[in-house]
C-alpha cells in the first residue's frame, strides 16, 4: 500500500515506514504530523485518485530537522573580470510515515 502527497510544492511516493525528507515543517522533533493533500491512494481494491481519494489522510512522525549540505553557485561572465560565489544550505524535516488512512 503506498500514497501520493504533496507537501512544500513536490509530490513523494510513500509507503508505512519510509522516511523522507521534506520542506520546512513548523512543528518540532518527535511530533506528529498529518499531511491531508493526498493525490492519489493504492489500496488492496486498486488505485484510488482525485476525488476518490480526497478524505485520505497519511499521518508521520518528526524524526528530525535541519539542513542539507552546501550547494555551491557560481557565476561568471568572461572578459569582464566578475565572478560571484555563493553558498545555499536548504532546511529540511525528515519525517517517518507511521499510517496510510485510506
Known amino acids: 500500500m503506498y500514497a501520493i ?36 491512494v493504492s489500496t488492496d481494491d486498486g488505485l484510488k485518485a482525485g ?5 485520505a489522510t497519511v499521518t508521520a512522525s518528526v524524526v528530525t ?12 561572465k568572461r572578459k569582464t573580470g566578475y565572478h560571484k560565489k555563493n553558498g545555499h544550505r536548504q532546511y529540511f524535516t ?3 510515515i507511521d499510517k496510510i488512512n485510506a
Open 94 to 96: 525528515q519525517v517517518k
Open 5 to 40: 502527497i504533496a507537501t512544500g510544492g513536490k509530490q513523494y511516493k510513500v509507503s508505512e515506514g519510509d522516511e523522507i525528507r521534506v520542506e520546512k515543517l513548523s512543528a518540532a522533533d518527535g511530533e506528529t504530523v498529518t499531511f491531508d493533500q493526498v493525490l492519489a
Open 65 to 76: 530537522t535541519g539542513r542539507a549540505k552546501k550547494v555551491i553557485v557560481a557565476k561568471y
Open 51 to 55: 476525488a476518490d481519494a480526497a478524505g
